[in-house]
C-alpha cells in the first residue's frame, strides 16, 4: 500500500484510523493523505448573508482541523486535502482520481445519528468506494 486516504472529522474514531494509517504506511513505505470534507450546506435565499462567506469559513475551519490532526499524529509535514459536497462521495472520487490503494475511515463519526452503530457517512463509503475501505474501530 503505496498511497493511502485518511477522512478526517476531528473525531476520535477519526484520529485512531489516522494513527492506523500511519502505522501502514510506515511498514509499507507508503504515503498517507489526510482529507476532510466539508458538507454542502443549503441556504435559502431568504437568509440575510453570503452563504459564499459561510462556505470560506467552513473550509477555513476544515484546513485547521487537517492541521491539528497532522501535529497529533506526528506528521505535520503530510499532505492535507479539504473538500467540499458529500463527504463519501467526495472521497470516493478523491480515492479514484488519485488512485489511492487503501481508504482508511473510524468507524463512527461526530454527528449524533452517527454514534448508532458504523456511521453514516462510512456506512455510505464502504457501499460506493472502488478502493479497499478499512474501518477503525
Do not use: W
Not at 503505496?2 to 513505505?29: F, N, W, Y
Amino acid at each position: 500500500m503505496k498511497k493511502i486516504l485518511v477522512a478526517i472529522d476531528g473525531s476520535e474514531p477519526a484520529m485512531h484510523a489516522g494513527r492506523t494509517a500511519m502505522q501502514l504506511a510506515e511498514k509499507s513505505h507508503g504515503e498517507v493523505t489526510l482529507a476532510y470534507v466539508v458538507p454542502q450546506v443549503l441556504i435559502p435565499a431568504e437568509v440575510p448573508f453570503a452563504a459564499g462567506e459561510l462556505a470560506e469559513e467552513a473550509v477555513k475551519a476544515g484546513e485547521i482541523l487537517l492541521e491539528q490532526a497532522a501535529k497529533e499524529l506526528g506528521q505535520p509535514g503530510v499532505r492535507r486535502v479539504c473538500l467540499t459536497g458529500s463527504p463519501a462521495e467526495r472521497l470516493t472520487e478523491l480515492a479514484d482520481a488519485e488512485n489511492y490503494d487503501l481508504v482508511v475511515v473510524g468507524s463512527k463519526g461526530r454527528g449524533a445519528v452517527s454514534r448508532v452503530l458504523v456511521g453514516s457517512t462510512t456506512d455510505r463509503l464502504v457501499h460506493i468506494c472502488k478502493k479497499p475501505v478499512l474501518v477503525v474501530r
